[in-house]
């Protein structure tokens, strides 16, 4: 959770800004064929119906998912499906991995990747996945916020792939704490149409917001970013900062905005639940723990002006 110092921001006060953000058919029915006229010949049948897409509007089978599939998963002929890790199923619906160690990694196939400077070493059969070695009854998987963060081996699932993870789990903890005008609130507080601070037209300001999400989570590891003086931010790799990447991406030493990045650590989440909300601003961005990050609910990061780290 974002156990934050004790410094929230004054009433009325707005954020100091700096850093350079940026967040950011029905199956058609085949005509009956006639019948054979006398001495002639026979009518020809329709076009074949063409299935309906899947559940979740991605490329799939024709059988639909029930229930529909969980965001960042696609229907995959009645089979929730997460195409970025799926080894039977990479990029697209039964497209799978071929080779003795199989790596699918956002989509699209390769050898399992292997951090050779980092003094790993493979012995017999075993195969180099990420700082660790595998054998050959394991994977080499990335799951997305669930018990795997980078590429690491495990035992296959079920249907002999990686696990799907949970793509669509990208917010933070119920409590990170969210500048506003009347001092930081914790998130899970906030509703539609609650003020909060904002870079909106290249200045910040107190705009309300649009939407809030709140997402049920299982398994769940999220970034535990440690910021300078001490404040804490714990959230889903996949989120969005505000310039455009996502913090499982960052490092100590990088900058959120005006904040710099002192400690970067996975670690196992506490809640049932993760949080989002959306600013009614231009770029949808909003102040965490002092840090201007991104939304997943909209916005667009080219609106967040640039500025030097550490102003």
Not at 234 to 248: K, M, N, Q
């Amino acid at each position: 959770m974002a156990t934050g110092g004790a410094g929230g921001n004054a009433a009325g006060g707005d954020p100091a800004s700096g850093g350079s953000p940026s967040n950011g058919g029905n199956p058609a029915s085949g005509g009956n064929g006639g019948a054979p006229a006398n001495g002639g010949a026979p009518a020809n049948g329709g076009a074949p119906a063409n299935g309906g897409g899947p559940a979740t509007g991605g490329a799939g089978g024709a059988a639909p998912c029930e229930p529909a599939c969980e965001l960042g998963l696609d229907c995959c002929d009645g089979v929730c499906r997460n195409l970025a890790n799926d080894i039977n199923n990479c990029g697209a619906c039964f497209d799978p991995c071929e080779g003795p160690t199989p790596f699918c990694d956002n989509g699209e196939c390769g050898p399992p990747p292997c951090d050779a400077g980092g003094g790993v070493v493979c012995l017999g059969t075993q195969y180099c996945c990420a700082t660790s070695c595998c054998e050959l009854d394991e994977l080499c998987c990335v799951v997305p916020a669930g018990p795997v963060g980078p590429a690491a081996c495990v035992a296959p699932n079920d249907e002999g792939s990686c696990d799907p993870g949970c793509p669509g789990c990208k917010c933070a903890s119920p409590d990170t704490p969210i500048a506003t005008p009347h001092g930081e609130r914790p998130i899970a507080d906030l509703q539609v149409g609650d003020l909060v601070y904002s870079m909106d037209r290249g200045e910040v300001r107190a705009v309300e917001i649009a939407a809030v999400n709140r997402v049920e989570v299982r398994d769940h590891r999220v970034v535990r970013a440690l910021l300078r003086g001490g404040r804490v931010l714990e959230i889903s790799a996949l989120h969005p900062t505000a310039d455009g990447r996502v913090f499982g991406g960052l490092s100590a030493g990088d900058w959120l905005h005006s904040e710099r990045v002192e400690q970067v650590s996975t670690i196992v989440y506490q809640h049932p639940y993760t949080y989002d909300i959306l600013p009614a601003s231009d770029s949808g961005t909003y102040f965490a723990a002092g840090a201007l990050i991104g939304s997943t609910l909209g916005g667009d990061a080219r609106a967040v002006p640039e500025c030097a780290p550490g102003r």
